[in-house]
């Protein structure tokens, strides 16, 4: 019976990590793929490995949150099969809206229901992960207006991320040992950019693999018959890898539509900026969402990049009459190379003309699925866990 519930458990996370694999190669290489900067198989690979790394070292700590920390009894297998099923059904709630719904906070919904059914709830930790909820979309808006505002216009007018025709490197061969040498056209800033690009895209890899997982890996650890935490890591980056190397090349091509609607160099301060707030919380073992922190990061950087028309209070209050407040500065590809006004002055036409970025029916679309997910799991789980209290 056990080994029937363990296999049953292994296929729902493999279930899990493949979807996970598919969206979230999709967010940290699509925007590198679309550059041609690295081929889809490269990036999935890469994706791979750095996940790994990411749920081996800094994800453990996340893992022990959600196996212990939320619950006052440590996770039984047949609970973390059941809880396996609700994120599988958060996920597939997801991709019917068309919304990334963030995977850690449908886990943590699916363990809380389980707590609130056995009583078993720590108060504590659930307050302090939803108050980090709450904050980090602001900490990621704000830290984006200020990239947006400040030092986006400046590092865009001195920095233009470009791809020759050829390969990169090529093998010289004349001698008795074949040495790297560059391509055709490849010159040092082009190294350089394209070095940067990888490391930044490597580093976005790891964040995910730190917070998502353990979504994948947790619910099959601890309990009579449960998988060792070593096992469940390795089940969870095989299948976030078999994602990549499958359903993210299409995703890769579309990153949910707003990475790919803005420049490359955009793109970077988005990752860096989204990977560090959730790499920082994942050490400190919050389960904490890598597609939250890089939505609001583009939020705010569109918002701070349209707003240096005006001043910071302006801005703020929205204390002007003249000047209008236009939304996705930021995807106007005439931009790129070209000096920004200085704050006050008006803007080029391009960017007059931009998408809307930071569209408030987008916005507020993605904050209901963040607030609907993580309730529909924990209500689904609890019902579940009081009609089947055997499972618990």
Do not use: H, Q
Not at 315 to 340: H, K
């Amino acid at each position: 019976m056990v080994e029937t519930v363990l296999l049953v458990g292994i296929v729902a996370s493999i279930f899990v990590g493949f979807n996970i694999g598919g969206s979230s190669t999709g967010i940290t290489w699509g925007p590198s793929v679309g550059a041609g900067i690295v081929k889809k198989t490269s990036a999935a690979a890469i994706m791979t490995f750095f996940v790994f790394f990411g749920g081996w070292t800094v994800g453990r700590n996340v893992m022990d949150t959600l196996s212990e920390g939320i619950i006052t009894i440590d996770l039984t297998l047949t609970s973390g099969v059941a809880i396996l099923f609700f994120i599988g059904l958060g996920i597939l709630v997801a991709n019917v809206f068309g919304v990334p719904v963030p995977t850690s906070m449908t886990t943590v919904g699916a363990i809380a229901g389980l707590g609130l059914a056995t009583g078993t709830l720590n108060y504590v930790t659930i307050a302090e992960i939803i108050s980090w909820w709450v904050v980090t979309p602001i900490i990621g808006f704000w830290i984006g207006a200020m990239i947006g505002r400040y030092i986006y216009p400046e590092v865009n007018r001195r920095v233009k991320i470009e791809k020759s025709d050829g390969p990169l490197l090529t093998l010289d061969r004349r001698g008795s040992v074949p040495k790297p040498t560059f391509g055709p056209n490849t010159t040092w800033r082009e190294l350089a950019t394209t070095v940067v690009v990888l490391i930044i895209g490597c580093y976005m890899a790891f964040s995910a693999g730190a917070s998502n997982v353990p979504n994948a890996a947790a619910p099959l650890v601890g309990g009579a018959g449960g998988l060792d935490a070593d096992v469940a890591i390795m089940v969870a980056t095989l299948a976030i890898g078999l994602g990549g190397f499958t359903i993210a090349r299409r995703t890769m091509d579309s990153v949910g539509g707003e990475l790919s609607d803005i420049p490359l160099l955009a793109a970077l301060f988005v990752m860096v900026t989204a990977s560090t707030i959730t790499t920082a919380l994942s050490y400190i073992g919050i389960p904490i969402s890598l597609v939250m922190a890089t939505v609001m990061t583009i939020v705010g950087i569109g918002w701070g990049r349209a707003t240096r028309p005006i001043t910071f209070r302006e801005a703020v209050t929205r204390d002007v009459e003249d000047t209008e407040i236009v939304p996705g500065a930021i995807t106007a590809e005439e931009m790129e190379g070209e000096p920004s006004p200085p704050i006050g002055e008006e803007e080029p036409e391009a960017v007059l003309n931009a998408g809307d970025l930071f569209n408030p029916r987008a916005i507020i679309k993605y904050v209901s699925m963040w607030i609907i997910g993580p309730s529909m799991s924990t209500i689904l789980a609890y019902g579940f866990f009081i009609i089947v209290p055997g499972v618990a």
